[in-house]
């Protein structure tokens, strides 16, 4: 269960660094495949908030990435900078 689970955050973290690359991109393209990862790790903080025991605990242990689900503005997204940085110490440590 383990691999599975490191093999799930190395493809969350793959879509945080595209998002990253795509956050200041005006190509139409670009923009689809920017709302699509962008969906995609919504989708994630949500199953993860729903199977929490505790919705307040993971939501202030978690804060980068609701902050990073937030869609209004690009200063929101650049939260999955944050949240990447993090994850990648998770996995030095």
């Known amino acids: 269960m383990k691999k599975k689970s490191l093999i799930y955050e190395i493809v969350l973290v793959s879509l945080a660094f595209i998002s990253v690359f795509l956050m200041d991109t005006t ?3 670009l923009l689809v495949l920017d709302r699509i990862v962008w969906f995609l790790l919504f989708i994630d903080v949500v199953i993860r908030l729903f199977k929490s025991k505790s ?3 993971y939501m202030m242990k978690n804060p980068y990435d609701i902050i990073a689900a937030i869609p209004l503005d690009s200063i929101f997204h650049t939260a999955r900078i944050v949240r990447l940085s993090i994850t990648s110490i998770y996995f030095c440590n």
Do not use: A, M, V
């Open 27 to 29: 190509n139409k393209s």
């Open 55 to 57: 919705k307040w605990d």
